[in-house]
């Protein structure tokens, strides 16, 4: 697909566009019931999949929970969550990979999810802010140092700066800062919290190793 | 002074639903049968649309509706319009249509015929302001609302203007706006040193994290509004207006906002959009915005090409300051940074005499609105460096002729002299020079590592801090819990609960019986104004107040009542009203509440007083019979203006060859008067000093001189500061001195801190150059090559929007 500079802003619509156009091109439209991507209620056209589709009923590994969710083969992972799964811990920020907002993990290794394709994470353990925590609601150890240091500002930006943290510690429980910023990196904050978010992971990476 | 609960850290209720997950915003909430709408933004920058054709759009299956120009409430111009056919900006809403989903949506919006005639069009004011330049309206160039507001009308200057002016400097033709004070041309003759340099500041996006989204859905003859605005109670009447329905037949929820800055801080036309589409059809609608819309829509800090003259004596006394501003406000009304911009210099510098001149210009480009220090901080980018070009021509510390001229208690603002209600700026610099270490830093100024150099420098800004006469509201139920009812929105700062703080405080409540009432029209809030200009912590600190003295004078009334005596002989602690002379004659608050239900009148808000705005009385009536009700109008003395600044220090380091600087360390020193909530200062204070650095070397629009097209429109292009752009070692520092005007000291902070940053950090590149004055932002890598390699710069020098 094609960036197509010369569009100016519409590098992101109409390129995305050509992208869904493609992907329903290329095989299966749906009757899947899904608020962005077509097909929802009265307009949907009945039937089964198209022959050569991909399936639509799928199950995915969400923070420990095995859900089937119908899903279409364009849907990204963030639409899955927030508009199927009720998880709207997970926010976009900007649906094109470039603030971080929508961070989750898979198999422990944060992705954007408004970039990668709900059908592509079958098999794989996603995990998102929800899921960080303890089973009866107890906060991660990130999320508390972030409470403690008062790390949101406006907030959009926390759940995955949470998620990056988590992911981070979890391969590296005693992270340097520097090591910190460079994982964090991908996380926009516009507020400019980074110094109390970097000072959150440090605590956490202390409440961790006892 | 000692305080039970201000000077202490808290945990504020809404930090744990951001940290897991569960704060909603606009975007994440579900209403049954709820559809979808986007807007159709102008391809073009300027246009007239003769007809628009939807009759194969509306054809396509599962378009519910479209909303044209004609349908929605009439702006009057210059005022941004919801919907327009004479789009000003590429990008501006030209109609909407609602669909079952989004890619019908989009499907549909691809069938819309128009017919249009493009018109001529303009991003820089100076080419517009041109005998021949084009201007950005059909009904004018020149314009601007607010308190200096400025009446729409065509402006030219003559080819003379432009030819006196001089190669690279800015041409002064016929202002729309000036204001004088003292003898400046005696003020240039006493002058040992007098500079006059133009300058440009770069316009720069808001980049806030959550795109302004927002669902509207109609039930038993109210409006309800899940919006994303950094202000709550501000917003409802702008907003019912653009609906054309009056306040109290609207329900805002707005308990969460990713970030404003200044640009969700009143209601803003597409807010309105889901509404009006809704109405129409009859569904619950939501209009996603993306980012590229974002930045369309979403609006943008005014830029500034400028001229001043400062003439300094020998001691470096500022004698005259002449300033003239060109600011470019965009496509339509937004906001007055040229004025504000007047005011900094006439606050922060204190000239003896000063002249200030200036035009606001329309352009064909977003929106402008306020940015976190609007003209304030874009001004200091150009001020600071320029006082250090003084001290180093007089042989003066840069430290020292920051003190020369600083601001003091009672010293002055503006063409009407009014005065600042507490300025301790001098106690900022002190504090923040022993603790940065300013001697021991300047001597390494010019250190050399390689191709590294080592720059410091001092910055500082000034901002408003507060306003008056809002009103306040608080409740004790017969639980004997205190409810504050506050009108403050969500913006990031907790200010919502740290102004709640105050009544607590007031009452002598422990924290953890107070609840604060926010973010929803249903949880009956008063009228406050909305939470920008660093205000909150003045404004709603005053109403607060008076809402808490107005519960405890009930309080007393009660029980002087209940218990005998006079009201004025008894006291609280905390827990009970008790007779001073005999505390065991008392009554628990829960007694009081219950005593103030039964009593009822006006101890239960069944009697209201008359000077309350009509939204807090309909609040309080809602709450009426429910506790004892403290609400009232503030009426304390004013004295003057507010004012907050703030004293930044920086040491860096440049790379000559490649043109980029390491940010060693950062100190941010505010003078906010009395502490609140010492972490949540710290957060401002870091907050703002991150998006100084961006502003100073990262962030500006940038639009193609052919078509108009912006080239900002993602977060990668428009670069706002990520970790790897923040300094190394970031420290906050504070004067914890009292405002005088405020009921226990507090004042705002929110924006100085930006300026202070940004100037400094302009400041301390200068100095990696041996004294190099850039008066221009942001300096980019490509800047410092071009000027350490002694080749020409890649823009000219009052190029805006291009380069």
Redesign the interface.
């Known amino acids: 697909m094609s960036l197509e500079p010369s569009r100016?802003?519409?590098?992101?619509?109409y390129s995305r566009?050509e992208f869904?156009k493609r992907v329903i091109a290329s095989g299966a439209v749906a009757s899947a019931a899904?608020?962005?991507?077509?097909?929802?209620?009265?307009?949907a056209k009945p039937g089964g999949p198209v022959p050569g589709g991909v399936e639509r009923l799928v199950s995915i590994n969400v923070n420990g929970q095995i859900r089937r969710v119908d899903v279409l083969p364009q849907e990204t992972l963030a639409m899955t969550l927030?508009y199927k799964l009720?998880?709207?811990?997970?926010?976009?920020?900007?649906?094109?990979g470039?603030?971080g907002?929508c961070t989750v993990m898979l198999d422990d290794i944060t992705h954007n999810s408004c970039s990668v394709l709900t059908h592509s994470v079958r098999g794989r353990k996603v995990i998102?802010?929800?899921g960080v925590?303890g089973p009866n609601g107890e906060?991660h150890p990130v999320?508390q140092a972030?409470?403690d240091e008062?790390?949101?500002?406006?907030?959009?930006?926390?759940?995955g700066q949470?998620v990056s943290a988590v992911a981070l510690l979890k391969r590296n429980p005693k992270p340097t800062r520097e090591e910190a910023?460079?994982a964090?990196?991908g996380?926009?904050?516009?507020?400019?919290?980074?110094?109390?978010y970097?000072n959150g992971v440090m605590r956490a990476a202390g409440v961790t190793s006892t | 002074m000692t305080y039970k609960l201000l000077g202490k850290n808290f945990t504020p209720h809404d930090v744990v639903a951001k940290v897991t997950g569960q704060a909603k915003y606009a975007e994440d909430f579900r209403i049954d049968g709820m559809v979808f709408c986007r807007f159709m933004p102008s391809p073009f920058p300027h246009a007239r649309i003769r007809n628009i054709d939807v009759s194969e759009a509306l054809k396509v299956p599962g378009v519910l509706g479209v909303l044209l120009p004609g349908d929605v409430t009439p702006v009057a111009p210059p005022d941004p319009p919801i919907l327009s056919d004479n789009p000003q900006y590429v990008g501006q809403p030209i109609l909407a249509l609602a669909a079952v989903d989004e890619t019908t949506v989009q499907d549909a919006l691809e069938k819309v015929k128009f017919d249009v005639e493009p018109l001529p069009f303009t991003l820089d004011p100076l080419q517009s302001l041109h005998p021949r330049g084009p201007n950005a309206r059909l009904d004018g160039n020149v314009g601007v609302g607010g308190p200096a507001a400025v009446k729409l009308q065509t402006l030219k200057w003559t080819e003379e203007d432009f030819a006196q002016a001089g190669e690279g400097k800015l041409p002064q033709g016929k202002s729309a706006r000036d204001w004088s004070y003292g003898d400046v041309e005696a003020g240039f003759k006493n002058s040992k040193y007098v500079l006059d340099e133009s300058f440009v500041t770069a316009s720069n996006s808001h980049h806030s994290m959550e795109p302004r989204t927002s669902l509207a859905y109609w039930q038993n003859g109210k409006c309800f509004v899940h919006g994303s605005t950094q202000s709550q109670s501000f917003v409802v009447p702008q907003l019912a207006g653009y609906i054309g329905i009056k306040p109290d037949e609207l329900v805002y929820i707005a308990e969460f906002c990713g970030g404003g800055f200044g640009s969700k801080g009143t209601a803003y036309p597409s807010l309105a959009i889901p509404a009006l589409l809704s109405r129409k059809i009859g569904r619950p609608v939501m209009m996603r915005v993306s980012r590229a819309e974002e930045y369309y829509i979403g609006c943008a800090r005014i830029g500034f090409q400028g001229r001043v003259k400062m003439g300094f004596g020998a001691d470096g006394r500022l004698l005259a300051a002449d300033m003239y501003i060109i600011q470019e406000s965009g496509a339509h009304n937004g906001f007055w940074d040229f004025v504000n911009a007047a005011d900094a210099l006439s606050v922060l510098y204190q000239p003896e005499s000063m002249r200030w001149r200036g035009v606001p210009v329309y352009t064909n480009s977003p929106t402008r609105s306020a940015q976190r220090g609007p003209g304030e901080n874009q001004i200091a980018c150009i001020l600071e460096p320029l006082l250090d070009k003084a001290a180093r021509e007089l042989g003066i510390d840069r430290l020292q002729i920051r003190k020369i001229n600083a601001p003091m208690n009672g010293s002055k603002v503006g063409a009407d002299r009014r005065p600042v209600t507490s300025a301790y700026v001098v106690d900022a610099l002190e504090k923040g020079a022993a603790r940065f270490n300013w001697e021991e830093r300047k001597a390494r100024s010019g250190q050399r590592n390689g191709p590294k150099v080592i720059g410091v420098g001092i910055g500082r800004a000034y901002h408003p801090a507060g306003f008056n006469g809002f009103d306040g509201l608080v409740r004790i139920t017969t639980d004997g819990k205190l409810h504050i009812h506050t009108g403050v929105g969500n913006l990031g700062t907790f200010s919502h609960s740290g102004t709640a703080r105050i009544a607590a405080e007031a009452l002598q409540y422990d924290w953890e019986d107070c609840i604060v009432e926010r973010g929803d029209s249903r949880k009956h809030l008063p009228w406050n104004i909305g939470q920008f200009g660093s205000n909150t912590s003045f404004t709603m600190a005053r109403t607060n107040y008076v809402a808490a003295m107005d519960a405890l004078e009930k309080m007393k009334e009660i029980a002087a009542h209940d218990l005998g005596g006079k009201p004025d002989d008894y006291d609280i602690d905390g827990t009970k009203v008790f007779a001073k002379a005999h505390p065991a004659k008392h009554l628990t608050y829960i007694a009081v509440a219950k005593r103030a239900v039964e009593l009822g009148g006006k101890f239960t808000g069944k009697e209201l007083p008359g000077d309350i705005n009509p939204m807090t009385r309909a609040s309080a009536t809602a709450l009426a019979g429910t506790g004892l009700i403290g609400v009232a109008k503030d009426k304390l003395p004013v004295g003057g203006e507010t004012a907050a600044f703030a004293c930044a220090f920086v040491e860096l380091e440049l790379d000559l060859e490649t043109g980029q600087h390491r940010i060693l360390e950062l100190l941010n020193v505010g003078d906010c008067g009395t502490v609140i909530h010492p972490m949540g200062l710290e957060t401002q204070l870091k907050g703002a000093s991150v998006q100084g650095v961006s502003i100073a070397t990262l962030e500006h629009i940038i639009f193609d001189p052919q078509n108009g097209l912006p080239g900002h429109i993602g977060l990668y292009q428009s670069r706002p500061a990520t970790y790897l752009d923040i300094p190394e070692k970031l420290e906050t520092d504070w004067v914890d001195k009292p405002d005088p005007t405020s009921p226990m000291g507090t004042k705002g902070i929110g924006e100085p801190p930006l300026g202070a940053a940004a100037s400094a950090v302009l400041c301390a590149l200068g100095d990696a150059l041996g004294g190099v004055v850039f008066n221009r932002t942001p300096v980019k890598a490509d800047t410092i090559i071009s000027l350490a390699s002694k080749r020409p710069l890649s823009h000219q020098p009052l190029q805006v929007n291009t380069a």
């Open positions: 100016g802003d519409e590098a992101s619509r566009r869904i899904t608020y962005i991507y077509g097909g929802l209620a009265g307009c927030r009720g998880l709207t811990g997970t926010k976009l920020g900007c649906d094109r470039e603030c907002a998102t802010v929800e925590g906060l999320q972030f409470i008062l790390s949101p500002q406006c907030g959009f930006c926390t759940p949470v910023r460079a964090l990196a996380n926009l904050c516009r507020c400019g919290a980074y110094d109390n970097l």
